[in-house]
């Protein structure tokens, strides 16, 4: 299930008027990641302070009942509804444009399911499902579906480079294995991938115990991406690690952020040091990194720190895993680590996603113009999914039904 925390997103106050006059109406846009869609939140800039977010709790309390025609919802200054529209005027969902599968040649290679044959099991987090299809032998398969249904560009950006790289990517066991590109059924447009389902959850759960031989074999994974085939996964994370019941390796899993090369590289997601404050996570249930920006982190930050305090069961003495972690470190930050990783023997490239009329959306458009804290700006560029059915591009609707009333599918039960 989708944490509570992680379910919605604000896009912030909008203002029709100066922020500190307590009387100027105010509207907010929140994405919901449970059901898929984008609901409108009004009211007055006294319930909405700037920078505050209290429209995420007050539509978490009456989210699951709204009608799916709803567009947006008015509170009042105590947070009570008093109103809802089902206005399509009032949608401001974000466009995204998916590439049709006969477009993008560099794909044709890999195995194909149309989304209809995939059945939601459920929801794991923001953007991946729990799901299962069967196969030709009619075999019930488990997979993590990930999809992008909501973000600018950049987003789709990201799922495409993430594809490319789980399809390029050698089979490695303590990589997640990549199962199948998803169609969406209308026009064969690509929405989205599905990989292997682990079971167990991963190491955010502090109750998990780490093995000395769980750190050797993730230095050795990353020395393999970064200096064999040149890529960066750039978020190395306790959330990101499972461990394979099977064979009992520990995988890794998310490539969200990955860099190939040059392209993609971000100041302060280096591998090395998401290794270091993993490694100081896992072992002491700090998270006081997490807050930091990832352009300040150091690997100094917990090398300095004299003591670990273990919160984890380890088959080892922590300072074996220390003593372990700063001798790689050492033959990872010499002066020449980036062109080691730069010129890798064994580099993975793709090619750019194709341009495509759905992708021609102005950078800025009359529709975007806002005021904000009393001055008028005009918004970042995008595409209101409204606006794309006006100008005839095809549009793929994720939304469905909350968490709360999904069943399973019929055919799952019957075998249980």
């Not at 780490?210 to 393999?224: A, I, K, P, S, W």
């Not at 750019?352 to 700006?377: L, S």
């Amino acid at each position: 299930m989708i944490k509570p925390e992680e379910r919605f997103i604000s896009n912030g106050q909008c203002y029709c008027g100066t922020w500190d006059n307590p009387e100027t109406r105010t509207y907010c846009n929140v994405w919901d990641w449970d059901q898929l869609r984008m609901i409108k939140v009004k009211g007055t800039a006294k319930l909405f302070r700037p920078d505050e977010d209290v429209e995420v709790p007050i539509l978490a309390r009456f989210a699951d009942y709204l009608s799916p025609e709803v567009r947006s919802v008015t509170v009042d200054d105590d947070g009570l509804i008093t109103q809802v529209s089902t206005d399509p005027e009032e949608d401001d969902t974000p466009f995204m444009g998916y590439h049709p599968f006969s477009t993008v040649e560099s794909l044709h290679d890999c195995q194909t399911i149309r989304y209809s044959k995939i059945q939601e099991l459920g929801r794991l987090g923001p953007g991946v499902d729990l799901s299962l299809y069967y196969d030709e032998f009619q075999d019930a398969q488990k997979v993590a579906f990930k999809f992008s249904a909501f973000g600018k560009q950049r987003r789709l950006l990201m799922a495409w480079d993430e594809l490319h790289l789980y399809k390029s990517l050698p089979q490695h066991p303590n990589i997640v294995s990549f199962d199948q590109v998803v169609l969406e059924d209308t026009e064969s447009r690509v929405i989205g991938f599905t990989t292997k389902y682990i079971t167990g959850g991963t190491f955010d759960n502090p109750n998990r115990p780490f093995r000395f031989e769980y750190l050797q074999q993730l230095t050795r994974l990353v020395d393999f991406l970064n200096l064999d085939l040149g890529i960066m996964h750039q978020d190395i994370a306790p959330r990101n690690l499972l461990i394979d019941p099977q064979t009992q390796k520990l995988l890794l899993f998310d490539f969200d952020f990955v860099a190939h090369g040059e392209k993609g590289l971000l100041d302060g997601r280096d591998d090395v040091i998401g290794v270091a404050l993993t490694l100081y996570e896992l072992i002491t249930g700090d998270k006081q990194f997490e807050i930091i920006p990832h352009r300040d982190r150091n690997i100094d930050m917990v090398q300095d720190i004299p003591e670990w305090p273990r919160k984890r069961e380890l088959d080892s003495d922590v300072s074996t895993f220390r003593n372990f972690l700063n001798e790689w470190i050492a033959t990872r930050t010499g002066g020449n680590d980036m062109q080691r990783y730069l010129n890798a023997p064994n580099r993975l490239t793709w090619p750019d996603p194709p341009n495509t009329a759905d992708f021609d959306a102005p950078p800025e458009t009359p529709k975007t113009h806002r005021a904000k804290y009393g001055e008028a700006y005009w918004g970042a560029g995008g595409e209101l999914r409204r606006d794309a059915v006006e100008t005839g591009k095809y549009v793929f609707r994720w939304e469905r039904p909350p968490q709360s009333r999904l069943r399973k599918p019929k055919r799952l039960r019957d075998s249980e």
